[in-house]
């Protein structure tokens, strides 16, 4: 099989931290995105989405979803689990995930796409061509700092990782959304104590 990413962005930074901590190592291209080579002929023709990170199987077979890659390494690679292992934990690991990426990744998104010179008639990632819409930007803030508070109050039951007592790839997702939200300037206010305690246990463990 074969990985295309770019190591700088978000969503290859989730894939790559999942990898790391498993130990999976796969044949890897990066694609500059910054060249635009995401939205080439080339690599269109192979992933045409023209997103990264994407995974190509021997069958042809490509996977062009951060959370559709995990879910086949996962089953692939079992040991360290990080979608969980039993039944309770893997709803959980997944209910969490879902609130890290819709409460906060797709906010941090929102806020950079419809802001940012760089994505100007870009505003979404991938095939379609859309506008930005500068309320949008201002939306997603005020949903980021919304959603830095939701979590801390959570957090402050004291338990060590968002699914309970072992890490998983919700965890994952945080610590990298933590560090995307730093690209808008929201980053998770300082006085958000069980969150910034969260946050550095999280990133002691992910090695970043
Ligand atoms: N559906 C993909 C989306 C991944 C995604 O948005 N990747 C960004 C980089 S972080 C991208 O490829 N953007 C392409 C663009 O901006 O046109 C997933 O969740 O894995």
Redesign the pocket.
């Known amino acids: 099989m074969k990985l295309y990413t770019?190591d700088p962005?978000?969503?290859?930074q989730r894939l790559a931290f999942f990898m790391k901590y498993k130990g999976i190592e796969i044949d890897t291209q990066q694609i500059d995105?910054m060249a635009g080579e995401?939205?080439g002929d080339e690599y269109r023709a192979i992933v045409p989405?023209?997103?990264?990170?994407a995974l190509v199987l021997e069958d042809g077979t490509v996977f062009?979803?951060?959370?559709g890659i995990c879910t086949y390494l996962e089953a692939l690679y079992p040991e360290k689990p990080l979608f969980g292992s039993t039944p309770l934990e893997k709803g959980l690991v997944s209910s969490w995930d879902s609130k890290v990426l819709t409460m906060l990744f797709m906010a941090v998104?929102e806020a950079l796409r419809n802001s940012s010179p760089g994505?100007k008639g870009?505003a979404l990632?991938?095939e379609l061509d859309l506008e930005q819409i500068p309320e949008l930007a201002e939306r997603g803030k005020k949903r980021l700092m919304w959603g830095w508070e939701k979590f801390d109050k959570s957090l402050a039951d004291g338990r060590r990782w968002l699914a309970g007592d072992n890490f998983s790839f919700a965890d994952i997702d945080l610590t990298v959304c933590a560090g995307f939200s730093g690209w808008v300037k929201c980053s998770p206010p300082e006085d958000l104590v069980n969150l910034q305690a969260y946050l550095a246990r999280a990133r002691e463990e992910m090695g970043a």
């Open positions: 770019y962005a978000p969503s290859p995105m995401h939205l989405e023209g997103t990264v990170p062009a979803e951060v959370i998104a994505f870009r990632p991938g």
